[in-house]
């Protein structure tokens, strides 16, 4: 089993250097890190008062690694999870926030636990994750895996710029997918004609 802190070094190498893409809604970022988390958590790398691009740039491997340990894996209490999601919960966690609950509450739910789909993991999301995992353990990573990858395919569904996410320039995978299908075991990964079959309708 993996430390926390060997997850969150993975996330880290995952997401990769600065960027300042147009067409991501959380604005410049590196490791994972938008300006958007320092902003909130205050972190003025630069120390000139102010939380601008240059304090994204300024930021190291090991402020992410923090960062998303406190404020992505425990805070959250993704850390009271059973042990086989807790990788792929963080790591969508870390890439779409409170949304990577929600896929799990609605999984849940799909499975017979009434729960809410709040985005926050209560007692009751605990408990009916640690139900759902002794009525399927060799299944609801798995589970989960496929629900997130479906969450991005009907996030770039909806939204046309980010198709570049799930899709590369050549028509295969994109980062998204991979990302997804990173958790997800290889019997459930889709093919390059069932991936080029489900993305047809972006043109």
């Not at 790591?91 to 799990?104: C, Q, R, T, W």
Request: proline share 4%; aromatic share 10%; hydrophobic share 35%.
């Amino acid at each position: 089993m993996k430390s926390v802190t060997e997850i969150a070094k993975e996330i880290v190498a995952r997401e990769g250097g600065f960027v300042n893409d147009p067409d991501d809604p959380g604005g410049a970022t590196k490791y994972g890190v938008t300006i958007g988390t320092l902003r909130r958590l205050g972190l003025d790398k630069t120390g000139d008062g102010r939380v601008t691009v240059a304090d994204v740039r300024a930021l190291t491997r090991a402020d992410a690694e923090k960062i998303f340990i406190k404020h992505y894996y425990r805070r959250p209490r993704i850390d009271r999870l059973p042990e086989p999601l807790r990788a792929t919960v963080f790591d969508m966690y870390v890439n779409a926030g409170s949304n990577a609950v929600k896929i799990l509450q609605r999984l849940l739910r799909k499975m017979g636990h009434n729960i809410s789909v709040d985005g926050a993991i209560g007692p009751k999301t605990i408990a009916a994750a640690k139900a759902a995992y002794a009525e399927a353990p060799d299944y609801l990573a798995d589970a989960y895996g496929i629900e997130r990858r479906n969450y991005y395919f009907r996030l770039a569904d909806s939204r046309p710029a980010s198709r570049k996410y799930a899709r590369t320039r050549a028509g295969g995978k994109g980062g998204w997918i991979r990302r997804a299908e990173e958790f997800i075991s290889p019997r459930y990964h889709l093919t390059d004609a069932q991936f080029k079959a489900r993305v047809s309708k972006w043109g």
